[in-house]
Every structure is written in C-alpha cells, then in structure tokens.
C-alpha cells in the first residue's frame, strides 16, 4: 500500500493569542482528492501554507510527499508540491508564457526543457493558443485558468488548491472543476480547500470539515450516515387519519414525524427493506401516496449540523 | 548565480521593462542628475580660483553617485510591495526558491540597469569634460583617483540602496512610502562620498580603494540585515489574511 502523500499530527498553529487551528490530525491517500472545507477564519488557507511550508507550525508534525515539515526541508518539500492560492497570482504586465517560464525557472526546470513542459501545461488547462497574451488582458477564469498551468509545470506528486473557483462565473468553475477531475486521472493527490459544498461533493474522494479543529474526516456518504439517521419521506394526498397504527404496523421502523398536511418522516434502518411494506402499509390503509422515497441528506446537511453544532456550543 | 537567480533577474528586468513609472524614472532623473556637472563644468573659466574650480568639479562628481545610489530605491520598493499588492508573491513563496537567490535576483535586476547608467553618464561625463572643459578641470576630473571611484563606488553604493530598499520594502506596505524612505535612508551615504568629492579626505588611489572596502563592508551587513528580515511567514501574515 502507498505510504500517504500527506499525514499531519497533532498539527496546531497559532498567531500569538489566536489560533488558526489546533490538534489537525488526518491522513491523505496517494492519488486522492481531498476536500477541506470550513466557514471562513476556520483556517483552512492557513493549513495549506504550513503543510507548504510558507509558514511554520507552532506545534504538531506533518509529513508532505514523503517529506517531514521541518527547517530545512522546505525547498525539498516545495519540489514535490505546487499551491494554487486563492489569488491566481499572475504579473500582469507579462505574458502568460513569461509568467509560466518564470515559474519554470523557479522549479529548476532546464530552459531546454522548459518551453515544451510550459506549452503541454498549457495544453493541459486549453490555454495553449493563449501563451502570447498579457496576463492583464485576461480574465478572471483565464488567469486562474492559467495560474492552474502554473501548477502543473513541475509535474507535483501534491497539488494544493486554495479555493481554486472563488469568484468565478458557473461557466467558468465548471471548467475548472473539470480540470481538477482530469488531474485525478494522472494520480496527482489534490488537497481541495473549497466554500463549495456541491463541488467537494463531486470532486472529492474524502472530505474533512475544519472548524478550527477537525470536526469530521470521511467520505461524504459514510459522513451522512454517521450524522442522519435514514428516513423515508411519505406524500399522501389527504392527511392520514391515525399515522401512528400505519408506521407502527411496519416492523423495522423507528420514531415518525409529521412535517405538514400529508407529508411524514419515518425513521427507518434499511430504507430499502422498509419502504415496499410501508407501501403496502398506507395502500391497506386507503392513503393516496404521492410519494414514498429515502430522505437525500446533501453534503450541506452534513456541514450545516457540524457547523451549527459548533455555533451551538459557543453559545 | 544559480539557475533560480538567473530566473529571477530575466523575470524581474522583463517586468521592470514594462513598467511605464521605472522606466520614466529610469530615464528623466539621470538625465536631470547629468545637468548639474555638465552646466557647473560649462561655468568654469580659465581664471577662476582653483578653490572655486576644486568645488565645481568636487559638486559634480558627486552628483553622479546619486544615479547609483537613489535609482535603485525606486525599484527597491517595488520589489517586495509591489508583488505583495498583486499577489504574486506567496506562488513564488511556494517554489523550491530560496530566499537568498530571490533576494539576490531582485537586487541584480536593481544594481545592474543602475549601474549601467551611471557608467554611461560618467563616460559622457568624461567625453564633455575632455573635449569642452578648462585645463585645470581636465586635470581634476582625470585623477586616476576619480575613475577608481566612480568604477568600485557606483556597484556598491547600488548595492547597498537595494539593500536598505528590500529591508524597507519587507517592513512596509505601501509602495511609495516605502521608495521615499528608501531614498532617504540612502541618502546619508552621500555624505561619506561627499568627503572624497569635496577632497575632505585627500583622493588618493588608496583612499579610494579603502573607501570601496569599508563600502563593501556595509553592503555586507545590510545584506545580512535583509536576509534576517526576509522571512516567508512573516511576510505573508503580517498584512495579508491568516
């Protein structure tokens, strides 16, 4: 099995009297793609500049592509990982190629090799027609775009992305997101810091949600079950004259609750076995279903109870 | 120069280049800073006091230490500033470059347009006096001494602006403040070049050598100074978001 491209433990950094995140322990599989997400202040961007070296933990280990955070280790570590922050980053009085041959410089790709890494990175986000143009001439999407292609030149094993659709059109982030989704098929591990629920639900393989400390760390779907208990919603088209002896006719389930006229939850462990003999429960009972279906909890139910939780708690 | 530093200095003279505010900079203050020596020498006559003639020549030849000595400031303050402001420097954090070679590539792309200017205005300089000045000016300006100066005094002077420029410009957040206080902290160096302009200090060849040393000196602490302030955590947290 892959050792993982980024282990971090007991990982706590602090600006004097504030802190920016306490205790962060967690695993990143090879290859992965990984969502952090959190409200804002929750220290995300600061993870990623400390797990990138720009800033120094206050306490805690981690370990980047093999890489022990450590002083000294930084230049070593930064050749193996590329970060995209939230600001595309570009010189505007340059042009994109410019922009992206300085980078190359900076990674220490040889100038004979440089020109043909620059062109297929940007191939690679489809900027390639774009390389003469001023990077001031571009817009936002473009330059993020292009500030992706920056990423990309030196081939990283971890690929750091600050928000990388902040601020961007719909049209736009679905390009982007696009990319991203192309990267995994490279193998690169991608550590995904996003405000964007339905994004790190599309993209990511496991997400962990940051509030200063790491409230969860999981797969969206195991994250759902840990949090909601599974329920079927019930549509009948007139109130249900006695819903107490329809849902507790049927074995398997659990508390119901009534959340209008004719609407009901009905908490259940196994959806999919409780839902035909509920069915023939409200048939048998003369109830007109509209309709009988699991309760979809999204990855914004997921966030929203941890957040809330945390809301609560400060309280 | 590493590989990196190279990259740093082409990057770094490509955007200076297309900097509309450096570029006129680059270009009006030489171009005011050379009128003073030429319309002072154009004053001298034959029968002036060699006193007066010694002043003259000993105000002129300072007035080109300015080209090496402010010039740099103004592209001192862009250096750190101005990337922060745009955002740029935090993906340059984020490479394999160290600071050191970023450090030394910015201050390269700095010292060598101003050096190079300053240069060419001394052999203008030299040209005008040789072809259009008084004998006993002739004489003052030839001095090996002169030439030994200007040569080893302009790349440090330069030098030690770029420091004193990066050290501010690591410490402020404003792009102009951080150029005028650049400036001014540059200027009190113009005093130690002044005892040698104005001959306080006899202009031997060995006087300029020993100038150059203790200049070189000072360049090294101040390149230590800046190194110790250029610090990446510090840098991306004091002003922008953590």
Not at chain 1, 30 to 52: D, H, I, S, Y
Not at chain 1, 263 to 283: C, F, G, I, S
């Amino acid at each position: 099995m892959d050792a993982p491209a980024i282990r971090a433990t007991g990982l706590t950094k602090d600006f004097g009297q504030r802190t920016a995140f306490r205790d962060l322990t967690f695993e990143v599989g090879t290859g992965e793609v990984f969502g952090f997400l959190g409200p804002n202040g929750a220290g995300k961007t600061t993870t990623v500049r400390v797990l990138g070296t720009l800033i120094r933990p206050t306490s805690g280990t981690a370990e980047v592509a093999g890489v022990p955070l450590a002083e000294g280790s930084g230049p070593e570590l930064r050749s193996l990982v590329a970060v995209m922050p939230e600001n595309p980053g570009m010189y505007l009085r340059l042009t994109v190629y410019d922009n992206l041959e300085y980078f190359a410089g900076l990674y220490g790709i040889p100038r004979s090799a440089a020109r043909e890494r620059i062109l297929a990175s940007l191939d690679t986000v489809g900027m390639a027609s774009r390389a003469g143009d001023f990077a001031g001439s571009l817009s936002k999407g473009l330059r993020q775009r292009a500030s992706l292609a920056r990423t990309l030149l030196s081939d990283p094993r971890v690929l750091f992305l600050d928000e990388p659709t902040s601020g961007l059109d719909p049209v736009a982030s679905r390009e982007v997101r696009e990319l991203i989704e192309g990267l995994r098929t490279h193998g690169v591990t991608v550590f995904l810091t996003t405000h964007r629920l339905e994004e790190a639900e599309r993209l990511c393989d496991r997400i962990a949600v940051l509030n200063t400390t790491l409230r969860v760390v999981g797969r969206p779907d195991d994250l759902r079950r840990q949090l909601f208990e599974s329920a079927i919603e019930v549509r009948t088209a007139r109130p249900l004259a006695d819903p107490s002896s329809v849902f507790g006719s049927v074995g398997a389930t659990g508390a119901w609750t009534q959340d209008g006229d004719g609407v009901y939850q009905v908490r259940a462990r196994d959806p999919a076995t409780v839902t035909p003999e509920l069915a023939r429960a409200l048939v048998a009972a003369g109830a007109d279903v509209l309709r009988l279906a699991e309760v979809q909890r999204t990855l914004e139910d997921v966030y929203l109870q941890l957040v809330n939780e945390d809301v609560e708690v400060q309280r | 120069m590493t590989p990196r530093t190279r990259a740093v200095l082409r990057k770094e003279l490509r955007d200076l280049r297309r900097n509309k505010f450096i570029v006129a900079t680059m270009v009006f203050l030489p171009l005011f800073v050379i009128l003073i020596p030429f319309l002072s020498v154009l004053g001298v006559k034959a029968g002036d006091p060699e006193s007066t003639v010694r002043n003259v020549v000993g105000g002129a030849s300072l007035s080109f230490f300015l080209v090496p000595l402010i010039l740099p400031t103004v592209i001192a303050g862009y250096a750190v500033i101005g990337e922060r402001e745009q955002g740029t420097l935090e993906p340059v954090l984020t490479t394999p470059v160290r600071e050191s070679e970023l450090l030394i590539g910015k201050a390269l792309a700095a010292v060598v347009p101003c050096v190079s200017i300053a240069y060419g205005l001394y052999v203008v300089y030299r040209v005008w006096v040789v072809s259009a000045a008084v004998p006993l000016v002739q004489h003052l300006v030839n001095q090996p001494s002169q030439l030994i100066a200007v040569i080893l005094f302009a790349p440090l002077l330069s030098t030690f602006s770029i420091w004193v420029g990066l050290a501010i410009s690591v410490r402020s957040n404003d792009v102009r403040v951080a150029q005028q206080l650049s400036g001014l902290a540059a200027l009190p160096m113009l005093g130690l070049i002044a005892l040698f302009s104005f001959r306080i200090l006899t202009p031997t060849v060995t006087v300029a050598l020993a100038g150059a040393v203790l200049l070189a000196v000072i360049d090294l602490a101040a390149w230590r100074l800046v190194s110790a302030l250029f610090d990446r955590e510090r840098i991306l947290t004091r002003y922008g978001s953590a």
